[in-house]
């Protein structure tokens, strides 16, 4: 496996050394989800995340990006999804106590459905303030200091963002 440094890391930059094959969408996943691993227990940042899954795509990307034509701009890349947005399969929580059993979403959200059409590995959802109605995003913590929030509805995709646990996050 080849190293990656999450902390300098940027979309661009990681759309860039996939390009040039510096290294892996396998790679890259990997490292963000060990990344997660670490960070997680006192983050909180996300909701639910399919680990699995977004291995399996990464080298669904790896061998598409094989293919000699131009990849989809976003190929690969690792991204978080507030949880407002239906992801298909999964449930939309809003983190409210009222939607903790509601059926799983039938069809992607249009931004969601965009990212996925472009080539984006959604790694799963991140915390946001019940029905993203204020600011405070518990338990979501600040990754540069956990005792204080990320601030914001869509905390939890700023803080997967700021800890380097994905490269972007959909937020409203």
Request: hydrophobic residues 45%; aromatic residues 4%.
């Amino acid at each position: 496996m080849t190293s990656i440094d999450l902390d300098a890391l940027t979309l661009h930059g990681a759309m860039v050394a996939l390009e040039r094959r510096e290294f892996s969408n396998v790679d890259l996943v990997r490292a963000m989800l060990e990344r997660m691993l670490r960070t997680e227990p006192s983050l909180h940042a996300w909701v639910e995340v399919d680990a699995r899954l977004s291995m399996e795509l990464a080298a669904v990307a790896d061998r598409r990006r094989q293919i000699p034509r131009p990849p989809a701009p976003l190929l690969g890349i690792p991204l978080g999804v507030k949880d407002i947005f239906d992801v298909a399969g999964k449930r939309t929580r809003c983190n409210a106590r009222l939607r903790d059993n509601v059926p799983v979403a039938a069809y992607d959200s249009d931004a969601v459905h965009a990212l996925r059409r472009d080539g984006a590995i959604l790694l799963g959802k991140t915390v946001t303030q019940p029905y993203a109605a204020g600011v405070v995003s518990a338990p979501a913590r600040n990754p540069w200091d956990p005792s204080r929030i990320p601030g914001g509805s869509s905390g939890g995709s700023a803080a997967a963002v700021a800890a380097g646990t994905c490269l972007g996050a959909l937020g409203s």
